[in-house]
Nanobody, 126 residues
Framework: QVQLVESGGGLGQAGGSLRLSCAAS????????MGWYRQAPGKERDLVAR???????NYGESVKGRFTISRDNAKNTVYLQMNSLKPEDTADYYC????????????????????WGKGTLVTVSS
């Protein structure tokens, strides 16, 4: 099993910054790429950022140039630095981890499924 716990959410000001953290515990070898999704009220869940175990990154178009994802593999933690916040960044932010692959299947001893945190609410006021 893998557990993901987000922290750092709260109230931010437009133009300000927040930093989210996601700490993984348990069988952390079972997750490789990690990232963040967000879901605003009445909206679909969208990819915010993704980072592979090797450090390659991808970002949703709406956050490019403003948000930065990073990870500390020794600490099993992923971060999301959110700068130049906008009111439209208001959402529940969910951390996820993708299953580690070994050949064409999951790493031995792993369940091979995505793992998700419970989420943390970010509210940006104007």
């Amino acid at each position: 099993q893998v557990q993901l716990v987000e922290s750092g959410g709260g109230l931010g000001q437009a133009g300000g910054s927040l930093r989210l953290s996601c700490a993984a515990s348990g069988d952390t070898i079972c997750i490789s790429a990690m990232g963040w999704y967000r879901q605003a009220p009445g909206k679909e869940r969208d990819l915010v950022a993704r980072i592979t175990s090797g450090g390659s990154t991808n970002y949703g178009e709406s956050v490019k140039g403003r948000f930065t994802i990073s990870r500390d593999n020794a600490k099993n933690t992923v971060y999301l630095q959110m700068n130049s916040l906008k009111p439209e960044d208001t959402a529940d932010y969910y951390c996820y981890g993708e299953p580690t692959l070994y050949g064409s299947g999951p790493y031995p001893g792993c369940d091979g499924v995505d793992h998700w945190g419970k989420g943390t609410l970010v509210t940006v006021s104007s």
